[in-house]
């Protein structure tokens, strides 16, 4: 939430701060860089190469550190440098006009970038905006009971990878978002904090380990919440089993355009961990000095510094995807950077109906590009916080809510390249071929996505269809496949192993209340998770 502040002190800020600006100096060279390629693990993390490997995603001069001694050139200049960028290879300063001109010259200085696009400022400077209102405003295992998140979970289908065993395991999501306040404490986080899921984080606001504390906002607490709560009987998140790191780069009382750095530096860790997954729900757009405000036709996904950086965080191996904006019913109305990235895959708002959530912010970004790319429920999502299981608006949890569906997908399709998986994950949206302006292609359905993947690939061998029938079952089914059966498990709707079937062809449903039910078939070559519907 942001301060009010009264036309006076806005006016003694502007004057303030009227000589100086914020900037990127760019070096022009990395001269060590030999040094970095002779021994990758002096920068990188074993599972950042891995991931690399992976992917076919080779080393370039953007994994190389910046040369220090051309940040201690700067320092020497009488500036303070807090914040610099190995990818962009450069640092941020405030800087005179003068002084801009005068790094402009450095031999190892190539260029100079001004965060001012629009010096009279994009709108009016006398605003306030409260970019978390929505969110202010309302707040291994595969047996499980899914209890409030059910309806969210089912809306984009991701209960049977949950049921097939893709829970996230294995994989790393990074969530950069304000702070993280009773992650450390409260019972809802229990589960990955006893099984060491949290793997670290950072604060890249004041520079320490410090994101815990309770006076940090703690919308970042409520999107961990979304993806790795666990309350027994009462709330499962998207990726139960994922890895974390966290990491704070929103100061929830200011806007300004160093949070752009502080992203940036956090994403780079974020590869240097090794993780797969970037899951963001902030965005940019207006600041409290109006000079940094961009406009509608900056939202081009190269404009802004933001947006260029996530896209090389997607070029590294990393999956980003970042929330759409709340902006529908303000005057803005469109996506904010980085949503409007080519290759971050940007997510809108549903109510449970499935409709647009009233708020969810509209494409196409400034060039055309179909923005969002999917959607997923925002409108009263369920999340853990702290000690119990609460509900919040904003596609600030429609994007974890999908961040934790992509993990369990890319624990399933490990050697697709993220340009298949993001395809494929609108390719099986609900409105696909078709969009709309807030839900892009549509709603997301993840086990759709997992059978087209497997179809459309050769690297599981050629399977044999596995049929039931009849479908829907009024007392008895048959199984038919060419296959081996091993074992038969039959799930409720909450996601609970009810019975182990006899490992036979027909097996009755006599005695089980109508509804949907989930049969998990393990044979000798393959395992199968499919729907029966009980008359």
């Known amino acids: 939430m942001k301060k009010i502040l009264s036309l006076f002190i806005l006016v003694f800020f502007l004057f303030a701060n009227a000589q100086t600006e914020f900037v990127f100096v760019y070096f022009k060279d990395k001269p060590n860089k030999a040094a970095f390629y002779a021994n990758p693990l002096s920068e990188l993390s074993q599972k950042s190469l891995d991931r690399r490997t992976r992917l076919g995603i080779a080393l370039n001069d953007q994994d190389a550190p910046i040369e220090p001694s051309y940040i201690q050139n700067i320092r020497n200049l009488g500036f303070t440098v807090n914040d610099y960028s190995k990818w962009?290879?450069?640092?941020?300063?405030?800087?005179?006009?003068?002084?801009?001109?005068?790094?402009?010259?450095?031999?190892?200085?190539?260029?100079?970038?001004?965060?001012?696009?629009?010096?009279?400022?994009?709108?009016?400077?006398?605003?306030?905006?409260?970019?978390?209102?929505?969110?202010?405003?309302?707040?291994?295992?595969?047996?499980?009971?899914?209890?409030?998140?059910?309806?969210?979970?089912?809306?984009?289908?991701?209960?049977?990878?949950h049921v097939a065993g893709y829970t996230g395991a294995g994989i790393t999501i990074a969530v950069i978002d304000t702070g993280f306040p009773r992650v450390n404490t409260g019972s809802v986080y229990a589960r990955i904090r006893n099984n060491g899921q949290i793997k670290g984080g950072y604060n890249f606001i004041n520079k320490s380990t410090d994101i815990y504390n309770t006076s940090l906002n703690n919308h970042g607490s409520y999107c961990l919440g979304v993806i790795a709560a666990y309350v027994e009987n009462s709330f499962v998140g998207t990726a139960p089993d994922a890895d974390f790191y966290l990491y704070a780069t929103e100061d929830a009382d200011n806007e300004i355009p160093e949070e752009q750095l502080y992203w940036t530096e956090a994403a780079e860790e974020a590869d240097r961990k090794g993780a797969d997954i970037i899951s963001t729900s902030l965005g940019y757009y207006e600041f409290d000095d109006p000079r940094y405000d961009l406009v509608y036709a900056d939202m081009n996904g190269t404009t802004s510094f933001i947006s260029r950086t996530s896209q090389i965080a997607a070029e590294k191996g990393i999956f980003v995807l970042a929330a759409a904006g709340n902006e529908a019913q303000k005057p803005w109305h469109y996506i904010i950077a980085p949503a409007d990235n080519e290759k971050v895959f940007t997510i809108g708002g549903v109510t449970v109906t499935g409709s647009s959530s009233s708020f969810s912010s509209y494409g196409p970004n400034a060039v055309g590009l179909v923005k969002p790319d999917a959607s997923a429920?925002?409108?009263?999502?369920?999340?853990?916080?702290?000690?119990?299981?609460?509900?919040?608006?904003?596609?600030?949890?429609?994007?974890?809510?999908?961040?934790?569906?992509?993990?369990c997908l890319l624990q399933a399709i490990p050697t697709k390249t993220l340009s298949q998986v993001r395809d494929l994950l609108r390719q099986n949206s609900s409105l696909f071929p078709n969009h709309t302006d807030q839900?892009?292609?549509?709603?997301?359905?993840?086990?759709?996505?997992?059978?087209?993947?497997?179809?459309?690939?050769?690297?599981?061998?050629?399977?044999?269809?596995?049929?039931?029938?009849?479908?829907?079952?009024?007392?008895?089914?048959?199984?038919?496949?060419?296959?081996?059966?091993?074992?038969?498990?039959?799930?409720?709707?909450?996601?609970?192993?009810?019975?182990?079937?006899?490992?036979?062809?027909?097996?009755?449903?006599?005695?089980?209340?109508?509804?949907?039910?989930?049969?998990?078939?393990?044979?000798d070559q393959n395992h199968y998770v499919e729907k029966i519907i009980k008359q």
Do not use: C, W
């Open 88 to 161: 962009m290879n450069g640092v941020a300063v405030n800087a005179t006009p003068e002084q801009i001109s005068d790094l402009e010259s450095k031999p190892y200085v190539q260029s100079v970038e001004r965060f001012i696009k629009h010096p009279n400022g994009g709108k009016s400077a006398l605003r306030k905006i409260n970019k978390f209102e929505e969110f202010n405003n309302s707040v291994g295992k595969t047996d499980f009971n899914y209890g409030d998140a059910l309806a969210q979970i089912n809306q984009v289908n991701l209960r049977p990878l």
């Open 377 to 407: 429920r925002a409108t009263n999502t369920y999340m853990g916080y702290n000690n119990a299981v609460t509900s919040g608006s904003g596609t600030s949890f429609a994007t974890p809510l999908a961040a934790g569906g992509v993990a």
């Open 439 to 523: 839900m892009g292609y549509g709603i997301l359905n993840f086990e759709k996505t997992l059978n087209n993947a497997a179809l459309s690939t050769a690297e599981n061998g050629p399977k044999s269809k596995l049929q039931i029938y009849p479908n829907p079952v009024i007392r008895e089914f048959t199984i038919k496949t060419d296959e081996k059966t091993e074992s038969l498990e039959l799930y409720d709707s909450l996601g609970r192993m009810i019975k182990s079937l006899k490992n036979e062809k027909t097996n009755t449903m006599e005695g089980f209340p109508k509804g949907i039910y989930f049969l998990k078939v393990k044979t």
